[in-house]
């Protein structure tokens, strides 16, 4: 008793112990997450040239949002409904098979939203297009943003497919399965710069080692990386061999999370195989998939290295990223308030997702 | 061990050297003068087996460089 009283007086209660253990994180958490991020918000509402303000820090002005306008808007914009009719089917689509999925009780209802509101911007967005006379402010926004999406469209699903697939394979605890699955995981390790010059030599047409086996079967090199059409595949093929590591080592951790009793009962009914994986294995995976999905998304959202060491954005900005075109207006062109608009724009989409994946998440809790 | 678990680890052993063969070959590749890899990267074969000692002396065609393996 008296020594229970003695604690209390020179010990600190539990909320007051949790405080001080969690304050350094919260301080470091804040100097460089929170100030910096409304930091960026703050300085996205300024015409803020670094150059001059470096020199002169008062040498910038507050502009409201203006640097949003002159980013994602333009002269004369209007809304069409068939201006560009492939994005804007696939969000119909994507809205039709939301109401559909939860109509017939394959999606839940958060799932059902996200994908209906991700086909509602699909349809939504691409529609807007400059009109007579008229012309984005930033002629080279949208399309940068679409090339970014076009890549997180084959990246994601690139990765996804395969690790899953070679995760179902080398789920097991024999040698020769361990050896496969460090093969698979070695590229991972790699930082960005080795990768980008493994496979920028791999794709020369005169030097790569594809050059050589087209020549040697007869056919003429392909001009990976300064060919329109084939740079976003090479940037492609790179990121899938780079980053399907961590997504496999994913799977894999969700497959041994199911219970070997349901494999059994039905191997009983002679469900073994592709049948197991798809009648087992897949359902019993939809939230390592939702969260490998979307951490994907996140990640390839951010692609800078791959474009910028590879291609430098070319051919013709076919390669131009999202985070390559707010590194080049803050840094080359000292437009920092416009590339923090870019930035609060890309963070909005980040969020998005995130978003997305926390409902999914607790929904399915 | 059932027949099917050799057929798979042999089935997955083709993606898995081919996962391989971009490192393997950029190891080999660093085994290589820089002044002849400058030119061209067929002293090995396929790239990955060096098959020629690295010419000593300069003057040479891309074309015939393509060629010293052979392939």
């Known amino acids: ?365 | 061990m059932h027949r099917s678990y050799y057929w798979l680890i042999t089935a997955l052993s083709i993606p898995a050297f081919l996962w391989l063969i971009p490192t393997i070959w950029m190891v080999s590749l660093s085994f290589q003068p820089n002044e002849v890899l400058a030119r061209t990267t067929s002293t090995t074969a396929f790239g990955l087996i060096p098959c020629h000692s690295p010419p000593k002396t300069t003057p040479r065609s891309s074309v015939s460089d393509r060629r010293r393996c052979g392939f």
């Open chain 1, 1 to 365: 008793m008296a020594g229970d009283q003695r604690h209390k007086r020179r010990g600190l209660s539990q909320s007051q112990a949790a405080a001080v253990l969690l304050l350094p994180f919260l301080a470091v958490y804040g100097a460089f997450l929170i100030y910096p991020f409304f930091m960026g918000v703050w300085i996205s509402l300024h015409d803020w040239n670094l150059l001059a303000v470096a020199f002169n820090p008062g040498a910038k002005e507050f502009i409201g949002a203006e640097n949003y306008v002159r980013t994602l808007w333009g002269r004369n914009i209007e809304w069409g409904l068939f201006a560009s009719p492939v994005m804007q089917t696939v969000g119909v689509l994507g809205i039709g098979l939301a109401f559909l999925g939860y109509r017939q009780g394959r999606l839940t209802r958060a799932t059902a939203l996200a994908i209906g509101i991700a086909g509602a911007l699909f349809f939504l967005l691409p529609g807007f297009h400059p009109g007579e006379d008229g012309r984005w402010y930033d002629r080279r926004f949208w399309p940068t943003v679409g090339n970014t999406i076009l890549f997180v469209g084959l990246a994601v699903p690139g990765v996804t497919i395969t690790a899953l697939i070679l995760a179902a394979a080398l789920d097991g605890e024999t040698r020769a399965k361990a050896i496969l699955r460090t093969i698979f995981f070695l590229s991972q390790v790699l930082s960005v710069t080795v990768v980008t010059l493994i496979w920028q030599i791999m794709f020369s047409p005169r030097q790569g080692l594809i050059a050589n086996v087209t020549e040697a079967l007869g056919g003429s090199p392909i001009v990976w990386l300064t060919d329109q059409q084939f740079a976003m595949a090479a940037i492609v093929i790179t990121t899938v061999w780079w980053s399907l590591g961590i997504a496999m080592i994913l799977f894999l951790a969700g497959i041994q999370d199911i219970s070997k009793d349901i494999y059994e009962a039905a191997a009983i009914d002679d469900a073994r195989g592709v049948k197991a994986f798809w009648y087992i294995t897949l359902p019993n995976l939809k939230r390592t998939i939702t969260l490998v999905v979307v951490l994907q998304i996140i990640l390839h959202f951010q692609v800078f290295g791959q474009s910028h060491l590879m291609t430098q954005g070319g051919p013709n900005d076919s390669t131009q990223v999202l985070v390559r075109y707010i590194y080049q207006t803050a840094f080359r062109d000292s437009e920092l308030g416009k590339a923090s608009a870019m930035a609060v724009f890309l963070f909005v989409i980040m969020g998005a997702f995130s978003l997305v994946q926390f409902i999914v998440g607790r929904e399915e809790d």
